[in-house]
């Protein structure tokens, strides 16, 4: 029986041992015993479905697998140390030497340096579209293109891209589509529904909620899974037992947590937009945001990430940053903690400022990642620092 969201994200879990546990227990093994020989040969001989070394599978891991998977709407999955070896194992297992990744311009900055420093050395090459280029994406397409990788929302500019346009674009062309679902979470947006093939999660940041563990995962079709994990298997990112175990709590309260830091978000943006200092702001859910009614369509709600423009540029970005007196200074997001981030001396620090540019960072750009606290303190801390 199907049952809601906040049902499955609660109820999911592994069989319960003779012990009858309520909540699902630590699993901190590293390896597993067999009845016999011929079980043991079976089980390696991937005869029998089981548990046979922590690096391939544990209770743990596979219980957050599980959530994720009905959560997305996909059929399998497969959970790394962190949301950068997700991105790397899931690009490694389905590229070949001499293959093109047809990518969205506005990426995260790991994701822009893998493309442009790592992935060139195999000999696989990276061509780039901007967000309001995806009707005309098909010209970039080359014979060797093999994946269409996209965020959305974008980090950190916040921009939304049209996934029905994209997952129409690569089921023509026989083309991977790979979304990185990390801003929004399969709370808010489950991008299989729209025609992607595989979903990425960086589970450090919302999915986790609370900045405790690293964390990530890949999830979509089986047959595109099977290959992400015989390649990790055999490479060892794998996500650890207590890390899935803390993840997949976590699981359990993303719903309310979410309903709270839209509801948080949307009051942050709508107070920056009316402030005098503020050049621009972004949030799906504000009426001003560029692609408002596309968000509406893919999203049930803005998520918990604003960004905005300080007038001044780079020198007012950091003295609003200096200002800041409640809120938190981290390079992370998700948290139940506000978190204020300036991209352009951070996160996206390596890309010239030409690439920044072409992403949407401008030097006075500020990316919040709205948490739990109350609004008005939240708002409060942020007009005294942009009063200067």
């Not at 891991?61 to 140390?81: H, L, R, V």
């Not at 093939?197 to 450090?204: E, F, K, R």
């Not at 139940?336 to 072409?358: D, F």
Request: proline share 4%; with cysteine.
């Amino acid at each position: 029986m199907k049952h809601h969201f906040e049902t499955e994200a609660i109820r999911t879990q592994t069989e319960r041992s003779q012990y009858l546990e309520h909540s699902t227990p630590l699993y901190l093994t590293s390896s597993y015993v067999f009845e016999d020989a011929e079980d043991m040969r079976a089980s390696f001989a991937d005869q029998k479905v089981r548990n046979i070394y922590s690096r391939y599978s544990n209770p743990n891991t596979s219980e957050f697998i599980d959530k994720i998977c009905k959560m997305e709407g996909a059929e399998n999955g497969y959970a790394f140390a962190s949301g950068m070896s997700a991105v790397f194992s899931t690009l490694a297992a389905l590229l070949n030497a001499g293959d093109h990744i047809l990518s969205c311009r506005s990426v995260f900055g790991s994701t822009q340096t893998m493309f442009k420093n790592i992935l060139p050395k195999w000999n696989i090459s990276t061509s780039y579209f901007k967000i309001d280029e995806i009707e005309s994406i098909e010209r970039l397409i080359q014979p060797n293109t093999k994946i269409i990788y996209a965020e959305s929302p974008t980090n950190p500019a916040v921009d939304i891209l049209d996934l029905e346009a994209l997952g129409s674009i690569a089921k023509k062309h026989n083309l991977i589509l790979i979304i990185d679902n990390c801003f929004a979470t399969p709370y808010l947006q489950q991008p299989i529904q729209f025609g992607a093939d595989l979903v990425i999660h960086s589970a450090t940041k919302l999915i986790d909620g609370q900045g405790r563990v690293l964390g990530g995962i890949t999830v979509g079709n089986a047959k595109l899974i099977k290959q992400v994990y015989l390649f990790s298997r055999n490479t060892g990112p794998a996500l650890s037992p207590f890390n899935a175990w803390v993840l997949s709590k976590s699981l359990e309260t993303l719903a309310v947590r979410l309903d709270r830091h839209c509801d948080n978000a949307l009051k942050v943006a709508v107070f920056l937009e009316s402030h005098n200092k503020v050049n621009l702001v972004k949030y799906p859910f504000l009426k001003s945001h560029p692609q408002h009614q596309l968000a509406k369509k893919q999203m049930k709600a803005g998520g918990s990430v604003v960004a905005f423009e300080v007038k001044g540029g780079i020198d007012a970005g950091r003295q609003f940053l200096n200002s800041i007196k409640l809120l938190s200074l981290s390079a992370n997001l998700g948290d139940t903690r506000t978190i204020v981030t300036h991209p352009a001396s951070t996160t996206h620090a390596k890309l010239t400022e030409e690439e920044r540019l072409q992403t949407g960072i401008t030097g006075g750009l500020v990316r919040i990642s709205v948490g739990l606290e109350h609004p008005e303190d939240i708002i409060n801390d942020l007009k005294q620092a942009l009063a200067f």
